[in-house]
Structure formats: structure tokens, C-alpha cells
């Protein structure tokens, strides 16, 4: 059912012939003109289409070219398909090349269920904050075990520093961070290391600096909120062409830059009504161009309603998105490790929530939520273990956080080792946070660099009002300050040493067992049992595939915990226990000892370690 917009792609697209075709919707505007930048200045008026189009073909106009768009007599705008802003959100645009060197012919993508994610953010992963720092880096992340590298937005935001959320030009890649051409070295380099790339794409709001669209036409509805910004109108007058544009943006991020997947932020936020949804609409189109590029292309939703419609074929009545992000794993085990209940923790302090989020991916199936003040969710149970993306920490948990906090900073040694064994055996696709593997010491902090004074004061006053909500009154970090975002860089030099190097193996142990051993790698619940221990807060979780048969002991609990695990028939090894001395945070690990194997029984006493995770292998060798 998907619907056809116009042959002329959008923004400017430069033509072997050396001219450039532009395109721009702006209904608002009877009139509309380009005005060239070069030597000498030009400015051609455009031919106005239907549906309030106005299109261009202007001989030599090469690649670098930069450009506005006059709007009758009216102010000059940039393209808000703009491809590249270099001097910033209000500067003029330049027309990009679309050629590139690339070397990955041969790539077809990774099947989702093989996905290990790491999340990254551009500006603080490295020093330099671009796209080209990020490579030096890449044969680390695939020695730790890591299948695909997940980049949070990019597209081009006020200033040098922000998450990228306030991202106004969702076509142009963050010109600070290498812009287009830094993306594809980027992501060929990831290619040729067997790496797939995972983009965030904000489709549910715009930020507030270099937002022009209104001048354009009715991008933007006041029918709904969000509470970042006016709603995007996917649903009213003139919404095909808004979704178009944004449809359209999605492609361009898959077919031009050769991104494998797309990571669509809050979707919950995307209001839309109508009977056939911008998301239908957009899983249709990527699909269909799935197919025709021959590669495997994901999409994952994130979404706060446990809404199991989003992952439901389009046939049955869903959206048929291939994943969405599980957050009520992370907070059943965040909970669980910190034992907070504050703000949006609240009612997550059963240990029965993490045992049903272990067992299904998720918790709400329309139980009542103490956070929402009602019956929450739709899950069911039949939902597939590999269209859940879970984690222990993310951008979102870590940096919404008065201070940044990562896990680390909360929990002890041993328990982070227990939220990685979580997060990493589970049947479910992981992801984790960077740095989180070596437990980084620098805080994630929010950051932006706003040019309107008025807007950086409201930012500032709104992150303290937010803060003393969650956390009570104290000194908030400026986002605005410099500071902020440097102190919120990775130090890789500190990933080798001391408890920073045992827990980086300890990851890269994890990984491993999980990538090579059929049991963990196969990823269906309806070969797993999971068995929760409330008094003792242990967690017994099996899981199997053909020959391969694995046991898994979670130890939440503050205590060893002494109990009898119904373990079937045979010979059990083990192959990992958390609490053994070479995983202890001195690598001496004194008092700690390793586990014993299991010879055989159906059933097995067992005395765990507290916080900790322990992992038994059935062999068909003799004891």
C-alpha cells in the first residue's frame, strides 16, 4: 500500500552531466528560487510543480557548490533536504557528491539474531569527536566480540556538541564530525571488518535552533505534543509529502550511505491517527528496498508502550518492525542492582520483574504499572527472543542522570560482571553502552551548544527543574559549558589496566561463549526454561539446541545463596563463574574459589557466590 510521491528526489542531487536537479516542497511559497553561491552569484527561480514542489535543473553547479533557498521575496533559507551545512544550522547549504569509493561490494549485512550492538556517540567516543577517529578503534571492538557498531544521531545539530536530538537538517550529516564523506569511510571500514552500522534517526520531532520548516510548509501540527518539541504532522493536510520526506531520509541513509539499520527514536512520539500509519508506511518502503538491494536491513523501534503491535507482521494487523528496544529489561535489572525507585523506577523493585524480563524480553502484558498509574502493555509471550534489543545501560539511562552516572558508578565490581552475564546470555539481542565493557570511569553527561542565549538559559533551568525532580536539590553539570562534554569522553587508555582490563576479558569471555555455543547463540525462547528463586533472588535459566545444552545461575542476591537447581541427567561443566579468581576485580581474589563441575543428576546442589553468574556446559565426556 505504499505511495508514490514524485520521481525527483529531494534537496540536490548533481548530475554526470554537470548540472544539478534541486527539489524542494514548500506549499507556503508561490514562489521559489535558488541562489548560488558561486563566482559569479546566481539565482535561478524554480518551476513550481503540484502539491507545491518547485523544481530545478541548473547547469554547472559542481559538487562543493553552497546554496539557499529564496522563498518569494522573503528570507533566504537553507534546503531542509540539505545534504551538508558547513558553516552550521544557518549557514547556506552545499550540493554533495553522491560518488564514493566504496569497497564493500560484496556486503550483505548480518542476520539480526547475530547482532552484539555498541553504542556509540560520535563527539565523545574518541578525542577528535569525528567519523575518520572512530576507525582506529574498530579492530578493538571486534576483537571484544561487538557485530555491529550503533551511532547516535548524526544529523546536523546547532553548534559542535549535543547528543543529537536537537537535530534540525536530518539529511546532513554533522559537519563537525566529518560530515557524508566521514560517514561512508566510516562505515566501509566497518564493512571490511565484518561490522554492520546501526543508525539513530530522530522521525518525531525536529529541535528548536536552524529550524526553518515552518517557513516551508506545514511540516509540524499542534493537534499533539511532545515533550521535546512541536508534533510532525504525519496525519493531517499535507502529511504524504511530510512523510515522504522523512521516508525518503530513511532510504537515503540505506542506499546512499549503505547503513544496515535504523534505530527509530521514540516512536510512541510519531502521532499518527490515520488508518495506514507513517510506521506502516515507512517498514513497507525499507522492506521493499531491502529486497531490491539484496542486504539485510533492519528496523528498530524504540517505544515506552509495550506495545507488541509494532513487532506483529503487517498482515496480521501489526507494523512489522524487525526489533524494538527493551527498556523494561534494563530497568528490571537496574532496579534490581541499585534498588532504585525513583521517577520512572517506581514498582520495578519485585524480583519477580526480573525474572519475567529474563524469561520474556519484556515484564508489561497489561499488569498494572505503579509508574503510568494503570494496566500497561500489550506483550505476548509468542513474540520472537530475537526482536528484542535489551541492554544494562544505554545513552538514555546513563546520561539523563544528574551527574552521567554509568552502572559503575552505582554498582559493585561484582555486580556489573552479574548485569553483563544478564544482558549477554540472554536469547535476546544486545547491546551495550561504550565503555560500559572496561566499566569507563568518565561520566555520560547531556551536552549542547546552543547559539540563542535565551535558549541555552531555558535548557539550563529545564535540566535543573528536571533534576531536582528525579534526584532532589543539589549543583546541576551546565549542559552548555565546555566542560561538560569534555569530561564526558572515553579514556580507551585506561581499557587495558587493573579492574578495567578484567572486566574488559571478562566481556570478551561472555561474548565468546555466547558467539560458540549453539545453546547461547540461537536465539528462541521456546527452548529455554527460566526458574526464579525469590527468598534466595537466583535466577536458574537452561537453554538448549540440538546437542548443545546449557545451565545458567544468576546470583542477584546480596548473599551466597545455598539451593538445589533442577539440572537434568549428564555431565555438567563449568565453563564460567563470575566469582572465580581470575575474574575478581584484583585479579587476586581472595576468599573466592572456583566452582565445581556437575556430575550427573536431575538434580544438583549448588552454593553461588553472591552477585554473581555461573555458567555449566552439559559434555557427553566422562566426569
Not at 113 to 119: G, P, S, T
Request: charged share 20%; hydrophobic share 35%.
Amino acid at each position: 500500500m505504499s505511495r508514490q510521491h514524485g520521481s525527483t528526489p529531494l534537496g540536490a542531487t548533481p548530475s554526470e552531466d554537470g548540472s544539478c536537479w534541486f527539489c524542494v516542497w514548500a506549499p507556503n511559497a508561490a514562489e521559489v528560487s535558488v541562489i548560488l553561491l558561486s563566482s559569479p552569484e546566481r539565482e535561478i527561480h524554480m518551476t513550481r510543480e503540484r502539491n507545491g514542489y518547485h523544481t530545478a535543473q541548473i547547469p554547472q553547479v559542481s559538487a562543493g557548490t553552497r546554496y539557499w533557498y529564496r522563498l518569494g521575496n522573503g528570507p533566504t533559507r537553507p534546503d531542509p533536504a540539505s545534504r551538508s551545512q558547513p558553516l552550521g544550522v544557518h549557514g547556506p547549504s552545499e550540493v554533495v557528491s553522491g560518488t564514493f569509493a566504496w569497497s564493500d561490494g560484496q556486503w550483505r549485512g548480518i542476520p539480526l539474531h547475530q547482532y552484539i550492538l555498541y553504542e556509540l556517540h560520535v563527539g565523545t567516543f574518541t578525542p577528535e569527536g569525528t567519523f575518520d577517529a572512530i576507525i582506529p578503534h574498530l579492530e578493538a571492538l571486534v576483537a571484544l566480540g561487538i557485530t555491529a557498531i550503533e551511532l547516535m544521531p548524526i544529523a546536523q545539530f546547532p553548534g559542535h556538541r549535543n547528543w543529537g536530538y536537537d537535530g534540525v537538517y536530518p539529511y546532513a550529516a554533522q559537519s563537525t564530525y566529518g560530515g557524508v564523506q566521514g560517514l561512508k569511510r566510516l562505515v566501509d571500514a566497518c564493512h571490511a571488518r565484518g561490522l554492520a552500522v546501526t543508525l539513530d534517526v530522530v522521525y518525531n520531532h525536529l529541535g528548536p535552533e536552524g529550524n526553518y520548516l515552518r517557513d516551508f510548509g506545514p511540516y509540524f501540527t499542534d493537534r499533539y505534543k511532545t515533550p521535546w518539541g512541536a508534533s510532525l504532522n504525519f496525519d493531517g493536510a499535507g502529511s504524504d509529502h511530510v512523510r515522504r520526506f522523512f521516508i525518503e531520509n530513511a532510504l537515503y541513509w540505506i542506499r546512499d550511505c549503505h547503513i544496515d539499520s535504523l534505530r527509530l527514536d521514540a516512536t510512541q512520539a510519531m502521532a499518527d491517527l490515520s488508518a495506514y500509519t507513517v510506521l506502516d508506511e515507512l517498514v513497507e518502503t525499507v522492506h521493499r528496498q531491502r529486497d531490491l538491494l539484496n542486504r539485510r536491513i533492519y528496523l528498530k523501534a524504540e517505544t515506552d508502550r509495550s506495545d507488541d503491535r509494532l513487532l506483529r507482521p503487517q498482515e496480521t494487523g501489526g507494523t512489522g518492525m524487525d526489533a524494538q528496544w527493551s527498556d523494561e529489561f534494563h530497568h528490571a535489572i537496574h532496579v534490581t542492582l541499585t534498588g532504585e525507585t525513583i521517577s520512572y523506577y517506581r514498582g520495578w523493585d519485585r524480583f519477580s520483574s526480573l525474572v519475567r524480563a529474563v524469561r520474556h524480553g519484556f515484564v508489561y502484558a497489561g499488569e498494572y504499572s505503579d509508574v503510568h498509574g494503570r494496566s500497561h502493555g500489550t506483550f505476548r509471550t509468542d513474540l520472537p527472543a530475537g526482536r528484542f534489543v535489551v541492554c544494562a545501560q544505554n545513552h538514555d539511562h546513563v546520561g539523563n542522570r544528574k551527574n552521567g552516572d554509568r552502572l559503575g558508578h552505582l554498582v559493585s565490581f561484582d555486580a556489573l560482571k552479574l548485569a553483563a552475564g544478564l544482558t549477554l546470555l540472554s536469547p535476546y539481542v544486545p547491546l551495550l553502552f561504550m565503555g560500559e565493557e572496561y566499566a569507563e570511569d568518565s561520566p555520560f553527561l547531556f551536552f549542547t551548544s546552543f547559539g540563542d542565549r535565551h535558549l541555552r538559559e531555558a535548557v539550563r533551568l529545564g535540566r535543573v527543574r528536571d533534576f531536582e525532580e528525579f534526584f532532589g536539590p543539589g549543583e546541576t553539570p551546565d549542559p552548555e559549558e565546555e566542560s561538560t562534554f569534555q569530561a564526558s569522553k572515553l579514556h580507551h587508555a585506561d581499557r587495558e589496566a587493573g579492574q578495567h582490563g578484567v572486566l574488559l576479558r571478562f566481556y570478551t569471555e561472555l561474548i565468546r561463549l555466547r558467539k560458540s555455543t549453539a545453546a547461547l547463540s540461537h536465539l528462541d525462547k521456546t527452548q529455554m526454561e527460566v526458574i526464579g528463586f525469590e527468598r534466595q533472588r537466583v535466577i536458574f535459566m537452561r537453554r538448549w539446541h540440538g546437542e548443545s545444552d546449557v545451565c545458567i545461575l544468576f546470583n542477584a542476591g546480596s548473599t551466597a545463596a545455598n539451593l538445589t537447581i533442577p539440572i537434568p541427567e549428564g555431565n555438567w561443566v563449568c565453563v564460567l563463574n563470575s566469582a572465580s579468581t581470575q575474574w575478581s576485580r584484583d585479579s587476586r581474589g581472595e576468599e573466592l574459589s572456583d566452582s565445581a563441575n556437575i556430575e550427573s543428576g536431575t538434580a544438583a546442589a549448588v552454593i553461588l557466590a553472591p552477585l554473581s553468574v555461573t555458567v555449566y556446559v552439559k559434555t557427553d565426556d566422562d566426569a
